[in-house]
Protein backbone atom coordinates (compact mmCIF):
# COMPACT_ATOMS: atom_id res chain seq x y z
CA UNK A 1 0.00 0.00 0.00
CA UNK A 2 1.75 3.74 -1.24
CA UNK A 3 1.29 6.28 1.34
CA UNK A 4 2.10 9.81 0.10
CA UNK A 5 0.92 13.26 0.69
CA UNK A 6 -0.10 14.79 -2.83
CA UNK A 7 -0.66 18.17 -3.22
CA UNK A 8 -4.28 19.32 -4.42
CA UNK A 9 -4.71 21.89 -7.02
CA UNK A 10 -4.92 25.54 -6.47
CA UNK A 11 -7.98 27.76 -6.27
CA UNK A 12 -10.70 25.06 -5.53
CA UNK A 13 -11.68 26.29 -2.64
CA UNK A 14 -11.10 29.98 -2.91
CA UNK A 15 -10.95 32.05 -6.07
CA UNK A 16 -8.38 34.09 -7.13
CA UNK A 17 -11.12 36.52 -8.56
CA UNK A 18 -10.44 40.22 -7.57
CA UNK A 19 -12.31 41.22 -4.70
CA UNK A 20 -12.77 44.62 -5.64
CA UNK A 21 -14.74 43.17 -8.46
CA UNK A 22 -17.10 41.62 -6.59
CA UNK A 23 -17.05 45.17 -4.50
CA UNK A 24 -18.28 46.97 -7.22
CA UNK A 25 -20.87 44.64 -8.16
CA UNK A 26 -22.17 44.63 -4.82
CA UNK A 27 -22.34 47.94 -4.18
CA UNK A 28 -24.00 48.81 -7.75
CA UNK A 29 -26.42 46.19 -7.02
CA UNK A 30 -27.18 47.51 -3.24
CA UNK A 31 -27.43 51.02 -4.06
CA UNK A 32 -30.03 50.05 -7.06
CA UNK A 33 -32.05 48.72 -4.98
CA UNK A 34 -31.88 51.42 -1.63
CA UNK A 35 -32.23 53.64 -5.11
CA UNK A 36 -35.20 51.88 -6.13
CA UNK A 37 -37.07 50.96 -3.07
CA UNK A 38 -36.95 54.62 -1.74
CA UNK A 39 -37.91 55.89 -4.78
CA UNK A 40 -40.96 53.77 -5.19
CA UNK A 41 -42.14 54.11 -1.26
CA UNK A 42 -41.41 57.95 -1.72
CA UNK A 43 -44.23 58.07 -4.92
CA UNK A 44 -46.28 55.94 -3.03
CA UNK A 45 -46.41 58.58 0.21
CA UNK A 46 -46.45 61.47 -2.07
CA UNK A 47 -49.42 59.75 -3.77
CA UNK A 48 -51.39 59.03 -0.63
CA UNK A 49 -50.63 61.36 1.60
CA UNK A 50 -52.51 64.43 -0.03
CA UNK A 51 -55.42 62.13 -0.60
CA UNK A 52 -55.87 62.09 3.20
CA UNK A 53 -58.95 64.41 3.85
CA UNK A 54 -57.51 67.45 5.56
CA UNK A 55 -58.97 66.83 8.55
CA UNK A 56 -56.53 64.48 10.02
CA UNK A 57 -53.93 66.30 8.83
CA UNK A 58 -55.57 69.27 11.01
CA UNK A 59 -56.13 67.11 13.99
CA UNK A 60 -52.58 66.15 13.74
CA UNK A 61 -51.53 69.69 13.39
CA UNK A 62 -53.82 70.67 16.68
CA UNK A 63 -51.49 68.16 18.65
CA UNK A 64 -48.38 70.13 17.73
CA UNK A 65 -47.56 73.75 19.02
CA UNK A 66 -48.67 76.43 17.07
CA UNK A 67 -46.77 77.80 14.02
CA UNK A 68 -48.76 81.08 13.80
CA UNK A 69 -47.62 82.95 16.27
CA UNK A 70 -46.55 86.95 15.96
CA UNK A 71 -43.67 88.38 18.81
CA UNK A 72 -45.70 89.66 21.49
CA UNK A 73 -45.69 93.59 20.72
CA UNK A 74 -47.89 95.83 18.41
CA UNK A 75 -45.58 96.04 15.48
CA UNK A 76 -45.06 92.51 14.99
CA UNK A 77 -48.98 91.88 15.40
CA UNK A 78 -49.31 94.57 12.82
CA UNK A 79 -46.60 92.54 10.38
CA UNK A 80 -48.64 89.43 11.38
CA UNK A 81 -52.45 90.93 10.42
CA UNK A 82 -50.97 92.48 7.25
CA UNK A 83 -49.53 88.87 5.88
CA UNK A 84 -52.91 87.33 7.07
CA UNK A 85 -55.02 89.71 5.06
CA UNK A 86 -52.72 89.15 1.94
CA UNK A 87 -53.12 85.30 2.38
CA UNK A 88 -56.35 85.30 2.67
CA UNK A 89 -57.32 87.31 -0.52
CA UNK A 90 -54.65 85.20 -2.45
CA UNK A 91 -56.08 82.03 -0.98
CA UNK A 92 -59.68 83.02 -2.72
CA UNK A 93 -57.80 82.84 -5.99
CA UNK A 94 -56.10 79.20 -5.41
CA UNK A 95 -58.96 76.23 -4.62
CA UNK A 96 -57.71 75.41 -0.97
CA UNK A 97 -58.75 72.23 0.03
CA UNK A 98 -62.19 71.87 2.35
CA UNK A 99 -61.95 72.89 5.83
CA UNK A 100 -58.07 74.59 5.55
CA UNK A 101 -58.18 77.72 7.54
CA UNK A 102 -54.75 79.26 5.94
CA UNK A 103 -53.28 80.81 9.25
CA UNK A 104 -49.70 82.66 9.24
CA UNK A 105 -46.89 82.83 11.76
CA UNK A 106 -44.42 85.79 11.46
CA UNK A 107 -41.06 85.34 13.45
CA UNK A 108 -38.63 88.25 14.06
CA UNK A 109 -35.61 87.16 13.07
CA UNK A 110 -32.90 87.65 10.33
CA UNK A 111 -33.38 84.46 8.30
CA UNK A 112 -33.90 84.73 4.97
CA UNK A 113 -36.67 82.26 4.75
CA UNK A 114 -40.50 81.17 5.07
CA UNK A 115 -41.47 77.92 4.82
CA UNK A 116 -45.08 76.09 4.89
CA UNK A 117 -46.01 73.42 6.96
CA UNK A 118 -49.02 71.09 8.18
CA UNK A 119 -52.33 72.30 9.01
CA UNK A 120 -52.92 75.33 6.99
CA UNK A 121 -49.95 77.08 8.32
CA UNK A 122 -47.09 79.42 6.73
CA UNK A 123 -44.12 81.26 8.73
CA UNK A 124 -42.29 84.18 7.41
CA UNK A 125 -39.14 85.94 8.44
CA UNK A 126 -38.29 89.23 9.20
CA UNK A 127 -34.94 88.74 7.14
CA UNK A 128 -37.14 88.05 4.03
CA UNK A 129 -39.47 90.46 4.73
CA UNK A 130 -37.21 93.67 4.53
CA UNK A 131 -35.34 92.25 1.52
CA UNK A 132 -38.47 92.82 -0.72
CA UNK A 133 -39.54 96.33 -2.72
CA UNK A 134 -43.12 95.72 -3.39
CA UNK A 135 -46.16 93.77 -2.72
CA UNK A 136 -46.08 91.84 -5.73
CA UNK A 137 -42.93 90.38 -4.77
CA UNK A 138 -44.35 89.28 -1.79
CA UNK A 139 -47.33 88.39 -2.80
CA UNK A 140 -44.84 86.19 -4.93
CA UNK A 141 -43.69 84.47 -1.71
CA UNK A 142 -47.04 83.96 -0.30
CA UNK A 143 -48.95 82.64 -2.95
CA UNK A 144 -45.94 80.16 -2.96
CA UNK A 145 -46.50 79.03 -0.01
CA UNK A 146 -50.19 78.78 -0.26
CA UNK A 147 -49.89 76.82 -2.87
CA UNK A 148 -47.64 74.13 -1.36
CA UNK A 149 -50.14 74.10 1.40
CA UNK A 150 -52.77 73.64 -1.42
CA UNK A 151 -51.48 70.59 -2.49
CA UNK A 152 -50.15 69.14 0.92
CA UNK A 153 -46.79 69.21 -0.06
CA UNK A 154 -45.97 69.14 3.84
CA UNK A 155 -47.85 66.06 4.43
CA UNK A 156 -46.50 64.28 1.76
CA UNK A 157 -43.49 65.02 2.70
CA UNK A 158 -43.90 63.98 6.56
CA UNK A 159 -45.53 60.89 4.48
CA UNK A 160 -42.58 60.29 2.85
CA UNK A 161 -39.57 60.72 5.37
CA UNK A 162 -41.53 58.64 7.30
CA UNK A 163 -41.59 55.50 5.10
CA UNK A 164 -38.23 55.85 4.11
CA UNK A 165 -37.25 56.18 7.47
CA UNK A 166 -38.25 52.62 8.14
CA UNK A 167 -37.12 51.77 5.16
CA UNK A 168 -33.47 52.98 5.94
CA UNK A 169 -33.61 51.69 9.40
CA UNK A 170 -34.82 48.53 8.63
CA UNK A 171 -31.50 48.21 6.00
CA UNK A 172 -29.71 49.14 8.98
CA UNK A 173 -30.48 46.96 11.28
CA UNK A 174 -30.17 43.99 8.78
CA UNK A 175 -26.67 44.77 7.87
CA UNK A 176 -26.20 45.73 11.35
CA UNK A 177 -22.97 47.41 10.23
CA UNK A 178 -23.06 51.46 10.66
CA UNK A 179 -20.67 52.25 8.03
CA UNK A 180 -22.16 50.15 5.01
CA UNK A 181 -25.76 51.17 6.61
CA UNK A 182 -24.47 54.90 6.33
CA UNK A 183 -22.86 54.79 2.48
CA UNK A 184 -26.41 53.45 1.74
CA UNK A 185 -28.33 55.80 4.07
CA UNK A 186 -26.34 59.05 1.90
CA UNK A 187 -28.04 57.28 -1.03
CA UNK A 188 -31.52 57.31 -0.16
CA UNK A 189 -30.70 60.52 0.88
CA UNK A 190 -29.97 62.08 -2.71
CA UNK A 191 -32.98 60.59 -4.49
CA UNK A 192 -35.33 61.97 -1.42
CA UNK A 193 -33.95 65.55 -2.34
CA UNK A 194 -34.85 65.21 -5.97
CA UNK A 195 -38.52 65.03 -5.22
CA UNK A 196 -38.75 68.19 -3.47
CA UNK A 197 -37.20 69.83 -6.41
CA UNK A 198 -40.28 68.90 -8.25
CA UNK A 199 -42.86 69.79 -5.42
CA UNK A 200 -41.17 73.25 -5.47
CA UNK A 201 -41.60 73.70 -9.28
CA UNK A 202 -44.96 72.84 -9.00
CA UNK A 203 -45.58 75.39 -6.19
CA UNK A 204 -44.04 77.79 -8.45
CA UNK A 205 -46.44 77.25 -11.40
CA UNK A 206 -49.63 77.49 -8.79
CA UNK A 207 -48.47 80.72 -7.53
CA UNK A 208 -47.81 82.41 -10.77
CA UNK A 209 -51.32 81.90 -11.53
CA UNK A 210 -52.70 83.09 -8.33
CA UNK A 211 -50.44 86.18 -8.80
CA UNK A 212 -51.45 87.02 -12.58
CA UNK A 213 -54.84 86.50 -11.13
CA UNK A 214 -54.50 89.15 -8.35
CA UNK A 215 -52.38 91.98 -10.45
CA UNK A 216 -52.86 91.15 -14.10
CA UNK A 217 -49.10 90.46 -14.48
CA UNK A 218 -45.95 88.17 -12.88
CA UNK A 219 -43.70 91.30 -12.69
CA UNK A 220 -43.51 90.08 -8.73
CA UNK A 221 -42.28 87.07 -9.52
CA UNK A 222 -38.90 88.22 -11.34
CA UNK A 223 -38.15 90.41 -8.13
CA UNK A 224 -38.44 88.25 -5.99
CA UNK A 225 -35.90 85.91 -7.92
CA UNK A 226 -33.70 89.05 -8.60
CA UNK A 227 -33.45 89.61 -4.49
CA UNK A 228 -32.95 86.14 -4.53
CA UNK A 229 -29.73 85.83 -6.90
CA UNK A 230 -28.40 89.27 -5.51
CA UNK A 231 -28.07 87.55 -2.09
CA UNK A 232 -24.37 86.41 -0.75
CA UNK A 233 -24.00 83.42 -0.54
CA UNK A 234 -24.15 82.94 3.68
CA UNK A 235 -27.66 84.71 3.52
CA UNK A 236 -29.07 81.83 1.41
CA UNK A 237 -28.40 79.19 3.10
CA UNK A 238 -25.22 78.41 5.23
CA UNK A 239 -23.31 74.66 4.14
CA UNK A 240 -25.67 74.25 1.12
CA UNK A 241 -23.34 73.25 -1.60
CA UNK A 242 -24.03 74.79 -5.07
CA UNK A 243 -24.75 71.80 -7.52
CA UNK A 244 -28.22 71.41 -7.60
CA UNK A 245 -28.56 67.95 -7.21
CA UNK A 246 -27.87 67.93 -3.72
CA UNK A 247 -30.43 70.97 -2.85
CA UNK A 248 -33.84 70.77 -2.43
CA UNK A 249 -35.06 73.64 -3.99
CA UNK A 250 -33.98 74.71 -8.16
CA UNK A 251 -31.05 77.02 -8.64
CA UNK A 252 -32.67 80.73 -8.89
CA UNK A 253 -31.33 81.20 -12.53
CA UNK A 254 -33.27 77.89 -13.45
CA UNK A 255 -36.85 79.57 -11.62
CA UNK A 256 -36.30 82.90 -13.58
CA UNK A 257 -35.84 80.78 -16.91
CA UNK A 258 -38.99 78.71 -15.33
CA UNK A 259 -41.24 81.94 -15.19
CA UNK A 260 -40.19 83.29 -18.58
CA UNK A 261 -41.19 80.21 -19.90
CA UNK A 262 -44.28 79.60 -18.04
CA UNK A 263 -45.30 83.39 -19.39
CA UNK A 264 -44.77 83.42 -22.43
CA UNK A 265 -46.81 79.45 -22.51
CA UNK A 266 -50.29 81.33 -20.86
CA UNK A 267 -49.65 84.79 -22.62
CA UNK A 268 -49.06 86.07 -19.20
CA UNK A 269 -47.92 90.01 -18.86
CA UNK A 270 -44.31 90.18 -17.33
CA UNK A 271 -44.54 93.12 -16.23
CA UNK A 272 -46.84 95.56 -14.92
CA UNK A 273 -47.65 98.12 -12.18
CA UNK A 274 -45.79 97.42 -8.79
CA UNK A 275 -48.25 97.71 -5.23
CA UNK A 276 -46.33 99.35 -2.41
CA UNK A 277 -46.01 97.18 0.65
CA UNK A 278 -48.41 97.46 3.77
CA UNK A 279 -47.48 99.67 5.90
CA UNK A 280 -46.82 97.66 9.10
CA UNK A 281 -44.26 95.49 6.56
CA UNK A 282 -42.89 98.61 5.50
CA UNK A 283 -41.76 100.00 8.40
CA UNK A 284 -39.36 97.05 8.75
CA UNK A 285 -37.20 98.29 6.69
CA UNK A 286 -36.08 101.17 8.57
CA UNK B 1 -19.33 68.71 7.63
CA UNK B 2 -18.76 65.81 10.21
CA UNK B 3 -20.94 63.43 7.56
CA UNK B 4 -18.02 64.49 5.78
CA UNK B 5 -15.21 63.59 7.85
CA UNK B 6 -16.80 60.01 8.74
CA UNK B 7 -17.51 59.00 5.35
CA UNK B 8 -13.80 60.09 4.13
CA UNK B 9 -12.60 57.91 7.66
CA UNK B 10 -14.36 54.99 6.11
CA UNK B 11 -13.40 54.93 3.05
CA UNK B 12 -9.70 55.28 3.97
CA UNK B 13 -10.27 52.75 6.80
CA UNK B 14 -11.79 50.44 3.73
CA UNK B 15 -8.55 51.25 1.48
CA UNK B 16 -5.71 50.29 4.19
CA UNK B 17 -7.94 47.37 5.19
CA UNK B 18 -7.85 46.54 1.04
CA UNK B 19 -4.17 46.82 0.38
CA UNK B 20 -2.85 45.88 4.08
CA UNK B 21 -5.38 42.41 3.66
CA UNK B 22 -3.99 41.91 0.30
CA UNK B 23 -0.39 41.55 0.70
CA UNK B 24 -0.96 40.23 4.36
CA UNK B 25 -2.61 37.64 2.15
CA UNK B 26 -0.27 37.12 -0.23
CA UNK B 27 2.60 36.56 1.87
CA UNK B 28 0.47 34.63 3.91
CA UNK B 29 -0.24 32.34 1.35
CA UNK B 30 4.26 32.20 -0.08
CA UNK B 31 4.82 31.20 3.67
CA UNK B 32 1.99 28.59 3.74
CA UNK B 33 3.52 26.77 0.03
CA UNK B 34 7.01 27.22 0.93
CA UNK B 35 6.28 25.41 4.12
CA UNK B 36 3.87 22.67 2.94
CA UNK B 37 6.94 21.57 0.23
CA UNK B 38 9.44 21.66 3.64
CA UNK B 39 6.99 19.30 5.44
CA UNK B 40 5.75 17.15 2.62
CA UNK B 41 7.46 14.15 4.43
CA UNK B 42 4.97 14.32 7.18
CA UNK B 43 2.49 12.58 5.96
CA UNK B 44 -1.09 13.39 7.71
CA UNK B 45 -4.40 11.63 7.06
CA UNK B 46 -7.87 11.61 7.73
CA UNK B 47 -8.17 7.57 7.98
CA UNK B 48 -9.12 6.45 10.98
CA UNK B 49 -7.02 3.42 11.46
CA UNK B 50 -2.89 3.10 10.70
CA UNK B 51 -2.11 1.69 7.74
CA UNK B 52 0.07 -0.97 9.15
CA UNK B 53 -1.83 -2.46 11.85
CA UNK B 54 1.07 -5.47 12.74
CA UNK B 55 4.24 -2.76 13.41
CA UNK B 56 3.83 -1.90 17.28
CA UNK B 57 3.36 2.10 17.29
CA UNK B 58 3.93 4.63 20.19
CA UNK B 59 0.47 6.95 19.58
CA UNK B 60 0.02 10.40 20.88
CA UNK B 61 -2.19 13.39 20.35
CA UNK B 62 -0.84 16.40 18.55
CA UNK B 63 -2.45 19.44 17.32
CA UNK B 64 -2.52 22.71 15.47
CA UNK B 65 -4.31 25.94 15.69
CA UNK B 66 -4.08 29.29 14.31
CA UNK B 67 -6.33 32.72 14.54
CA UNK B 68 -6.62 34.81 11.56
CA UNK B 69 -8.99 37.81 11.38
CA UNK B 70 -10.57 39.52 8.73
CA UNK B 71 -10.09 43.30 8.04
CA UNK B 72 -12.09 46.02 7.53
CA UNK B 73 -12.24 45.28 3.72
CA UNK B 74 -13.77 42.02 4.22
CA UNK B 75 -16.30 43.09 6.73
CA UNK B 76 -17.57 45.44 4.70
CA UNK B 77 -18.20 43.31 1.41
CA UNK B 78 -19.61 40.27 3.86
CA UNK B 79 -22.05 42.81 5.17
CA UNK B 80 -23.19 44.18 1.56
CA UNK B 81 -23.72 40.45 0.66
CA UNK B 82 -26.31 39.54 3.29
CA UNK B 83 -28.38 41.57 1.19
CA UNK B 84 -28.66 39.15 -1.75
CA UNK B 85 -26.56 35.94 -0.49
CA UNK B 86 -24.71 33.99 -2.43
CA UNK B 87 -20.31 32.97 -1.90
CA UNK B 88 -18.62 35.10 -0.05
CA UNK B 89 -15.13 35.07 -1.53
CA UNK B 90 -13.43 37.03 0.53
CA UNK B 91 -14.46 34.63 3.36
CA UNK B 92 -13.40 31.63 1.96
CA UNK B 93 -9.83 32.85 1.28
CA UNK B 94 -9.69 33.22 4.95
CA UNK B 95 -11.16 29.75 6.28
CA UNK B 96 -8.29 28.03 3.55
CA UNK B 97 -5.49 30.00 5.00
CA UNK B 98 -6.41 29.21 8.35
CA UNK B 99 -7.00 25.82 7.30
CA UNK B 100 -3.73 25.25 5.85
CA UNK B 101 -1.50 27.09 8.80
CA UNK B 102 -3.56 24.95 11.03
CA UNK B 103 -2.38 21.91 9.44
CA UNK B 104 1.02 23.00 8.76
CA UNK B 105 1.48 24.00 12.60
CA UNK B 106 -0.43 20.05 13.27
CA UNK B 107 2.82 18.68 10.92
CA UNK B 108 5.69 21.22 13.00
CA UNK B 109 4.24 19.57 15.93
CA UNK B 110 4.88 15.80 14.97
CA UNK B 111 7.83 16.34 13.23
CA UNK B 112 9.09 18.05 16.57
CA UNK B 113 8.39 15.41 18.53
CA UNK B 114 10.08 12.63 15.78
CA UNK B 115 7.28 11.73 13.72
CA UNK B 116 6.24 10.94 9.86
CA UNK B 117 2.87 10.28 10.25
CA UNK B 118 -0.32 11.61 11.28
CA UNK B 119 -3.21 9.63 11.61
CA UNK B 120 -7.31 10.61 12.34
CA UNK B 121 -7.61 14.13 11.26
CA UNK B 122 -9.86 16.61 12.95
CA UNK B 123 -10.69 20.33 12.03
CA UNK B 124 -12.50 22.60 14.25
CA UNK B 125 -13.57 25.55 13.14
CA UNK B 126 -14.59 28.49 15.54
CA UNK B 127 -15.60 32.01 15.39
CA UNK B 128 -14.73 34.90 17.30
CA UNK B 129 -16.25 38.15 16.90
CA UNK B 130 -15.29 41.34 18.56
CA UNK B 131 -18.21 43.36 17.95
CA UNK B 132 -18.50 43.23 14.26
CA UNK B 133 -15.66 41.98 12.88
CA UNK B 134 -14.67 37.90 12.69
CA UNK B 135 -11.75 36.09 13.51
CA UNK B 136 -11.57 32.52 12.31
CA UNK B 137 -10.02 30.09 14.63
CA UNK B 138 -8.89 26.85 13.35
CA UNK B 139 -7.88 23.61 15.10
CA UNK B 140 -6.56 20.59 13.66
CA UNK B 141 -5.45 17.16 15.78
CA UNK B 142 -4.70 14.31 14.88
CA UNK B 143 -2.36 10.86 16.05
CA UNK B 144 0.87 11.01 15.38
CA UNK B 145 2.44 7.38 14.89
CA UNK B 146 6.03 6.52 15.47
CA UNK B 147 7.59 3.19 14.54
CA UNK B 148 8.03 1.25 17.94
CA UNK B 149 11.59 -0.52 16.90
CA UNK B 150 12.65 1.04 14.18
CA UNK B 151 12.49 -1.81 11.92
CA UNK B 152 14.24 -0.59 9.13
CA UNK B 153 10.69 -0.57 6.92
CA UNK B 154 10.01 3.20 6.52
CA UNK B 155 6.61 4.21 5.46
CA UNK B 156 6.42 4.74 1.25
CA UNK B 157 8.70 1.57 0.82
CA UNK B 158 7.49 -1.62 -0.09
CA UNK B 159 6.26 -3.76 3.15
CA UNK B 160 7.01 -7.37 3.46
CA UNK B 161 3.58 -7.73 4.95
CA UNK B 162 0.41 -8.14 3.56
CA UNK B 163 -1.48 -4.95 3.13
CA UNK C 1 -15.98 9.05 -7.14
CA UNK C 2 -16.44 7.12 -4.27
CA UNK C 3 -17.41 9.00 -1.33
CA UNK C 4 -17.81 7.49 2.26
CA UNK C 5 -17.92 8.25 5.59
CA UNK C 6 -16.53 4.70 6.12
CA UNK C 7 -13.39 3.65 6.55
CA UNK C 8 -12.61 1.05 4.12
CA UNK C 9 -15.28 -0.41 0.71
CA UNK C 10 -16.11 -3.80 1.38
CA UNK C 11 -14.84 -5.78 -1.40
CA UNK C 12 -11.98 -3.50 -2.26
CA UNK C 13 -8.75 -3.14 -1.08
CA UNK C 14 -7.48 0.29 -0.70
CA UNK C 15 -4.08 0.68 -2.99
CA UNK C 16 -2.75 4.19 -1.83
CA UNK C 17 -3.35 6.77 0.60
CA UNK C 18 -3.16 10.58 -1.14
CA UNK C 19 -4.21 12.92 2.30
CA UNK C 20 -6.20 14.95 3.11
CA UNK C 21 -8.94 16.58 0.81
CA UNK C 22 -11.23 19.25 1.87
CA UNK C 23 -14.03 21.20 0.40
CA UNK C 24 -15.52 24.35 2.11
CA UNK C 25 -17.35 26.99 0.68
CA UNK C 26 -18.84 29.94 2.73
CA UNK C 27 -22.22 31.05 2.03
CA UNK C 28 -24.45 34.42 3.21
CA UNK C 29 -28.67 34.58 3.23
CA UNK C 30 -30.18 37.40 1.47
CA UNK C 31 -32.59 39.92 3.66
CA UNK C 32 -35.85 38.00 2.69
CA UNK C 33 -34.74 34.42 3.66
CA UNK C 34 -34.25 36.26 7.22
CA UNK C 35 -36.90 38.59 7.00
CA UNK C 36 -39.24 34.87 6.40
CA UNK C 37 -37.28 33.06 8.87
CA UNK C 38 -37.80 36.40 11.38
CA UNK C 39 -41.33 35.65 11.40
CA UNK C 40 -41.71 31.89 11.27
CA UNK C 41 -40.18 32.36 14.20
CA UNK C 42 -43.34 32.86 15.63
CA UNK C 43 -45.43 29.95 13.91
CA UNK C 44 -43.05 27.46 13.79
CA UNK C 45 -41.94 25.07 11.55
CA UNK C 46 -39.40 24.10 8.78
CA UNK C 47 -37.22 27.10 7.90
CA UNK C 48 -37.46 26.00 4.40
CA UNK C 49 -35.30 28.54 2.77
CA UNK C 50 -32.77 27.98 4.93
CA UNK C 51 -33.09 24.11 4.71
CA UNK C 52 -32.28 24.98 1.02
CA UNK C 53 -29.67 26.57 1.16
CA UNK C 54 -27.79 24.53 3.61
CA UNK C 55 -27.91 22.05 1.12
CA UNK C 56 -26.75 23.80 -1.98
CA UNK C 57 -23.94 24.81 0.47
CA UNK C 58 -23.26 21.46 1.53
CA UNK C 59 -23.74 20.31 -1.96
CA UNK C 60 -20.95 22.46 -3.14
CA UNK C 61 -18.59 22.01 -0.23
CA UNK C 62 -18.82 18.23 -1.14
CA UNK C 63 -17.82 18.96 -4.57
CA UNK C 64 -15.01 20.95 -4.23
CA UNK C 65 -13.74 17.93 -1.31
CA UNK C 66 -14.08 16.04 -4.82
CA UNK C 67 -12.49 18.52 -7.38
CA UNK C 68 -9.41 17.98 -5.27
CA UNK C 69 -9.39 14.27 -4.94
CA UNK C 70 -9.48 14.42 -8.47
CA UNK C 71 -6.46 16.57 -8.73
CA UNK C 72 -4.48 14.16 -6.83
CA UNK C 73 -5.55 11.73 -9.40
CA UNK C 74 -7.34 9.98 -6.60
CA UNK C 75 -10.61 7.37 -7.38
CA UNK C 76 -12.53 8.11 -4.05
CA UNK C 77 -12.70 9.80 -0.80
CA UNK C 78 -13.21 7.65 2.70
CA UNK C 79 -13.86 9.15 5.94
CA UNK C 80 -15.43 12.04 5.29
CA UNK C 81 -16.99 14.10 7.97
CA UNK C 82 -18.53 17.45 8.17
CA UNK C 83 -18.35 20.71 10.21
CA UNK C 84 -20.21 23.94 9.90
CA UNK C 85 -19.55 26.66 11.59
CA UNK C 86 -21.33 30.44 12.23
CA UNK C 87 -19.36 33.52 10.69
CA UNK C 88 -20.23 36.76 12.27
CA UNK C 89 -21.40 38.39 9.24
CA UNK C 90 -24.86 36.30 9.51
CA UNK C 91 -22.82 33.41 7.03
CA UNK C 92 -21.91 29.97 7.35
CA UNK C 93 -19.06 27.83 6.52
CA UNK C 94 -19.72 24.47 5.58
CA UNK C 95 -16.37 22.10 5.46
CA UNK C 96 -16.06 18.16 4.10
CA UNK C 97 -12.60 16.57 4.31
CA UNK C 98 -11.84 12.92 4.09
CA UNK C 99 -9.19 10.84 2.92
CA UNK C 100 -8.22 10.72 -0.74
CA UNK C 101 -7.71 6.85 -1.57
CA UNK C 102 -7.05 4.84 -4.79
CA UNK C 103 -9.13 1.65 -4.92
CA UNK C 104 -8.47 -1.21 -7.02
CA UNK C 105 -11.13 -2.86 -8.68
CA UNK C 106 -13.22 -2.10 -11.45
Same mark, same amino acid.
Given at each position: ?286 | ?163 | ? +????? @? /????? #??? &? ?29 ? +????? @? /????? #??? &? ?45
Amino acid at each position: MKLENRAPAEGINASNENPLIELAWLLAGSLGVIVALVIVVSLAAQWIAPRIPYRYEAKLAATLPSFATAPDNEPGRRVQAELQALADRLAARLDMPDGMVVRIGYRDDRTVNAFATIGGQAVFFRGLLVKLDNENALAMVMAHELAHLKYRHASAALGRGVAVGVILSVVSAELGRNAAAGVLGQAGMATLLSFNRDQERAADEAALSALHAEYGHVGGAIDLFEVFARLPNEQRSPNVPAVEFLRTHPLTANRIAAIRHWAADNGAAIDGPRRPLPPGIAALRK | MLDLIEFGLFVTLLIVGFFAGTIVEKRHYASIRKREREYADVLAFAVRFPPDRVTPQRAFLVHGTVVISSDYFKTFVAGLRNLFGGRLRTYETLMERARREALLRLKHDARRQGAKLVICVRFETTTISTGWAASIEVFAFGTALIPERDTGLAFGARSALPA | M +LVSNL @E /LVPGR #RIV &AHYGIVQGSTVRAKHVGKDIFAGLKNIVGGE +LKGYT @E /LMQEA #RQE &AVERMIAEAQSMGANAILNVRFATTSIAAGAAEILAYGSAVQLDGP
